[in-house]
């Protein structure tokens, strides 16, 4: 792993573990934010047995959270685990960052932000999901080897035109 990613990673992945062991240790915070929009779930078809124990689905989430930042920031399954943080990101800004209920307009506004600022999180997150390091993809490892198979093919039929 190189400066870079020994570095990013694990600021990536700080939030995350901070807030899921918070959420997992004293969900009571995390929950009012959930039960906040939990009638805007419902309306949105979420089914209800998500809904029902907030404080259950907090400390889960908030455990998922934890276990694929560690995974993130230490590099053992990088890719899956910010992939996860990725898909968990989605719900909890909209969560954290209800703009559709704000009153008034520095409430929006910050809403708002934060909304900006999971995005730009979840962005990063979709960009650790993809890197591979350096390595070249599948794709390319049979694209690459397709054409080198048929440039041999090609030489050796040109050989053989020569004896």
């Not at 979420?46 to 998922?64: Q, Y």
């Not at 999180?121 to 054409?147: F, I, K, M, T």
């Amino acid at each position: 792993m190189d400066l870079l990613r020994s570095f990013a990673r694990p600021m990536l992945a700080a939030s995350f573990i901070v807030d899921g062991v918070d959420a997992v240790a004293r969900p009571k915070r995390h929950v009012e934010k959930l039960e906040r929009v939990v009638p805007v779930l419902q309306k949105a078809g979420v089914p209800s047995e998500l809904t029902d124990d907030p404080t259950l689905l907090t400390r889960v989430s908030g455990a998922v959270s934890v276990v694929a930042g560690v995974g993130l920031a230490t590099g053992a399954a990088p890719r899956t685990s910010a992939a996860v943080l990725a898909a968990l990101n989605v719900p909890l800004t909209l969560i954290n960052n209800p703009v559709w209920a704000a009153r008034g307009k520095d409430e929006r506004s910050e809403a708002l932000s934060g909304l900006m600022r999971g995005g730009a999180l979840g962005a990063g997150l979709l960009l650790a999901a993809v890197d591979r390091e350096g390595d070249p993809s599948l794709a390319w490892q049979l694209r690459n080897s397709r054409q080198q198979r048929e440039a041999m093919e090609s030489a050796f039929d040109d050989a053989k035109g020569l004896f």
